[in-house]
């Protein structure tokens, strides 16, 4: 299993689309401001390079989890797909700050550090994962709900379509109930 503070990361990503999101509301304000695109400074990227560093350090836990967690046998009685949410879900993240504008820097920190306080204490109290959009959008990993034999439900990490229960053998385990599927035959390596 991942360290304690690597899952607290992994899944703090969770929120790292709404820098993209703030990149974009800013980038549509200063644009409705200057109606020019030559107005634009390097420092009006920061949140863009911050979602790319974002995406960057997901993918380096995943590797790091392949590569240094061991590989345990699984036997699956049922499987389902968990994506189903997963587009009100990611709506969700557009709603509340599309029409926000923000003056400073301040505001988009009060904001960050708002949603990191909240993720915070929702992972303390609930133990529990929330769907990571990285991993769903930019590197293709599905969500599923497996329960083995032995009736242990886990969210399984998959970019292979899973659909029978004899397609799964082997998982890495992420965090308490996040299993990432490292079947040989699963091309997400």
Known sequence: MLADYLKFILFS????????????????????????LNKFTYGDFYLLGSFVICIAIC?????LARRTLPTHYIQLKSIKSADMNFQPMFLSYFLPIAKLEF????????????????????????????????????FGYKHYEVQT???????????????????????????????LNATTNDQSK
């Open 103 to 138: 003056k400073d820097v301040n505001d988009i920190v009060i904001l960050v550090v708002t949603l990191l306080l909240f993720l915070t204490f929702a992972i303390i109290n609930n133990q529990s994962y929330s769907f990571n959009p990285i991993l769903r959008l930019v």
């Open 13 to 36: 990503l969770n929120f790292s689309p709404v820098l993209l999101i703030l990149w974009f509301v800013n980038l549509i304000t200063k644009y409705s401001k200057v109606h020019t």
């Open 59 to 63: 993918w380096f836990i995943i590797r």
């Open 149 to 179: 034999k032995k009736e242990f439900t886990y969210i399984m990490l998959s970019k292979k379509k899973l659909i029978n229960p004899s397609q799964v053998n082997s998982y890495i385990q992420l965090a308490d109930y996040v299993i």
